[in-house]
């Protein structure tokens, strides 16, 4: 699996958009970018899985560039439950046997 | 559906003794997976089976086993407990497919080892 890089922490204040950006430089071509949200006491749960150029869904967005060494997760307006600690994750999860591996993930706090 | 279920949420244990921390999935979902987490860490991969009969090791493996001999079920051993197994532990469910996978979780079970 590709080992993936993000920040530790990040802050922002209600209603901005926050961009969390994982760098996968050894991603290989069967590879998909997955990102999960955890929040405190809970188990992670999925929020956008994309291989190339941009993926949008009702939570979030997903922006690959075309050398698909980095993503960008994008949370439109943030609000106060979105604080939470967000996992990029990065492998063929296709493959039978391929296991999910979290690294730390980002913490974003929201303050308002 | 009730989609990953754990049981117990919450359990203390003594030292040495030993039990099973319980998982079910209602989505036939042919890959399971266990997981730790610690205090201001991210999840690490304990045991993951691909389908019934087929369990392999993750990152942490020692100290628990696993078997898995139904779709549904997945639990996870312990049979010696020890004070650095405490930890939250979490059970993962997918269907894995080449777009790509989405993986359910449960809620955790919070273990104190003392």
């Known amino acids: 699996l590709a080992k993936t890089t993000q920040p530790i922490s990040m802050d922002s204040y209600e209603g901005q958009e926050v961009n969390i950006t994982c760098s996968h430089n050894?991603?290989?071509?069967?590879?998909?970018i997955t990102w999960y949200q955890q929040f405190p006491s809970q188990g992670p749960r999925f929020i956008i899985q994309?291989?190339?150029t941009k993926v949008t869904n009702e939570v979030a967005s997903l922006f690959i560039p075309a050398d698909r060494k980095s993503s960008t997760l994008s949370l439109p307006r943030v609000s106060l439950s979105d604080t939470a600690v967000y996992y990029c994750l990065v492998g063929d999860m296709g493959q039978a046997g391929t296991a999910l591996i979290f690294g730390k993930g980002t913490t974003l706090s929201v303050s308002s | 559906n009730a989609g990953v279920t754990q049981t117990p949420k919450f359990q203390v244990l003594k030292t040495g003794q030993s039990m099973t921390l319980q998982c079910a999935q209602d989505?036939?979902?042919?890959?399971m997976s266990w997981y730790r987490q610690d205090p201001g860490m991210g999840l690490r991969l304990i045991h993951y089976s691909v389908g019934a009969g087929i369990t392999d090791q993750g990152e942490v493996p020692n100290g628990y086993n696993v078997s898995r001999s139904t779709t549904e079920d997945f639990p996870l051993r312990l049979l010696s407990a020890a004070p650095s197994q405490t930890s939250v532990y979490f059970c993962?469910?997918?269907?894995?497919?080449?777009?790509?996978?989405?993986?359910?979780f449960g809620q955790g079970t919070r273990l104190t080892v003392v």
């Open positions: 993962a469910s997918s269907n894995q497919d080449r777009r790509g996978t989405e993986a359910f």
């Open positions: 994309g291989y190339k």
């Open positions: 989505m036939n979902h042919e890959y």
């Open positions: 050894n991603i290989a071509t069967n590879d998909y």
